[in-house]
């Protein structure tokens, strides 16, 4: 029996980022009693919280954005063809008026237990804002990229100035006029951050513990005719993004007839292997730097890899013209795509400037944190601001700190304690009618992510639909096909770079001290992942126990 405070529901949603927002509308258009749960106090999760300078879309934002929805694709435009995170989070507010979501949702609320009552069939859900409600399904949208990653820096609160963190950004922003700064981390946040933080500050100092791959992301822009042209083409683009393994459909606008008077445009080679040193050197010549991250034999094989990282390396000390500053920038003891790929605007021009610095860590280690700034072993550093880029806990890390509970009061983080457990990334056995968006074990953070969003939020729904038209009271996973799965994911993570045995990563969970370690996205692909689960219904949920 409910208590008489309690709430009692069809479906409570966790997170309205991207794929909250889409979960809530599908629910919503199901008619469902439901409720989304989010912490922020307004939409875009990831969008929301990381608005740090610089942060803006790595994919061309036509194709990272809804498809859900012809009259969205052609009413909202794009100014930029990487489009900046405030115009984003406009787009994300603009999704959640136009369909009419915020009445569902719960702003600044977070959802700290998910308890299974297995006599009642029910999820019972408790926020640090004192609500309890009970509902038959529990669905974590809470995203990949939510729990910010610390490092584990002696004395770290003695810091007399200010401090921030990529991905929780004051929303009044950051003023760095005329002040001395540091940054830790020069991932995907730090290589967006330097440039723009360096426009300001009087000094800039990065702590570089792993120097990055970094391609140009050549944003400009967005043509007016380009982006007309593209809404006139949005099922086609969509319809290639469904048949591409990583969601991505590459549109550079509407195939034109060859003209036989014309030179066809030369075109890179698919493989390094195949060219000599010469012929590579002049391919970088020809096509740019962002030529060695398509040579496909660079993926698999280690010898290619180590001829395009070596290239890279080159081409870094000829770019920068300062060759202190280069050998620190320069990526020496991983392979390129071991981790996600970085691009940026600007980033080793930062460091052509003078009060641009470097702190090579893989030379030097911090000591610790003291009330001026940060002691190496090696030097004292004096700032006024500290900024840590040092990505997240990623995957797993918001699931395992909620107090989540399924069958025999079984907890999730103890299930997860050696690293995730999921079938298809999408139900957990011992979790009846609990379900991830992009879990652990799809291809989520390796693929155009709201494409992975997207055919996840609708499985989802689709799957509940289904359970409510047939009376089917529960849907859970089967001991055999989680343990399959689990097993299919690690042989797909065979012989990519993304496994290499020099290779750290947050894919891995090696960014974090003390995670447990291996590939947690799936790497088979979008497209066949799709066809995974499109199979799995038709042969009648293979895998999953129902129960009526
Ligand atoms: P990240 O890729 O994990 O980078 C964090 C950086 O901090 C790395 O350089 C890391 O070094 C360093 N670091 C971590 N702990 C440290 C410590 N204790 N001492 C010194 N350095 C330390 O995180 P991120 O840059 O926030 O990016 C995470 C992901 O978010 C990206 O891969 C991407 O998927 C997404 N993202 C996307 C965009 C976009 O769409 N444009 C922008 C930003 C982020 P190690 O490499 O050695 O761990």
Redo the contacts with the bound molecule.
Sequence with gaps: MADSNEQVLDAIVVGAGMAGLYMTKRLKDQGLNFRTFEAGSGVGG?WFW?RYPG?????PIIE?SYSFSRELEQEWDWSEV?APQPEIERYLNHVADRFDLRRHIQFETKVTDAIYDENANRWTVKTDRGDTLTATYCILATG??NEP?????KNADTFQGDVYH??KWPAEGVDFTGKRVAI?????????AIPEIAKQASQLIA????P?YTFPANNRPMNPAFLAQAKKDYEEIRERQRGNEMGIANYSGPKKPADPNKPAKPKPSRKILELTPEQRKAEIQQFGINVLSGYVDTYFNPEANEIACQLYREWLQETLGNPQKADALSPKNYPLHC??P??DTNYYEAFKQDHVAIVD?RETS?EEVTPKGLRTTDAEYEFDVLV?????D?MTGTIMRMNIRGRDGQSLADKWRHGPRMYMGLQAVGFPNFFTVTGPGSPS?VSN?LHSIEQHVEWIDNCIAHLRANGIKTIEPEQAAEEAWIEHVNEAGKGSMMTAPSC???YLG????GKPQGIMPYLGGTKTYREKCDEVVAEGFKGFALAS
């Design positions: 990831a990381n942060c803006r879309a790595d994919l990272y990487m990949c990229l990653n610390y490092p584990n820096f990529t991905a830790v981390g020069c991932g995907s946040s730090g290589v967006q702590f570089q513990r792993s990055v981790k996600r970085v691009i860590l911090v840590y880029a040092t990505g997240f990623a953070v992510v750290n990563s947050w090696s960014n974090v001290d």
